[in-house]
């Protein structure tokens, strides 16, 4: 599966962004679904996932309450709504696909990543 993230932007704290990645698979829906991100000079950290059928998801405690993942299955999109953004959400973000559906917060369980979107957030 190919993934495509965009999205991204620069924004000021307190303001809000949407990002999206779209599947280019037809078993998208079967894919579990994951948002992670990446400062400079940092590890990849879990952000938010979401099981293949959206009956679960889970959050990183940084974002919980402010950020929601969600997915459409039949347009092949997965979303991550931004609220109350903060200096410290600067990165890269990542949108991450694994095969087996779960809702994993270990990137090394992903299978496919997409290219990533910058998210800067100033003060």
């Known amino acids: 599966v190919q993934l495509q993230a965009f999205g991204g932007g620069l924004v000021q704290a307190g303001g809000s962004l949407r990002l999206s990645c779209a599947a280019s698979s037809r078993t998208f829906s079967t894919y579990g679904m994951g948002w992670f991100r990446q400062a400079p000079g940092k590890e990849r950290e879990f952000v938010a996932v979401?099981?293949?059928?959206?009956?679960?998801?889970y959050y990183a405690d940084s974002v919980k309450g402010r950020f929601t993942i969600s997915r459409d299955n039949t347009k092949n999109t997965v979303y991550l709504q931004m609220n109350s953004l903060e200096p410290e959400d600067t990165a890269v973000y990542y949108c991450?696909?694994?095969?087996?559906?779960?809702?994993?917060?270990?990137?090394?369980?992903?299978?496919?990543w997409g290219q990533g979107t910058q998210v800067t957030v100033s003060s």
């Open positions: 979401i099981s293949w059928s959206s009956g679960r998801t």
């Open positions: 991450g696909a694994n095969r087996g559906g779960w809702t994993s917060e270990d990137p090394t369980d992903y299978d496919c």
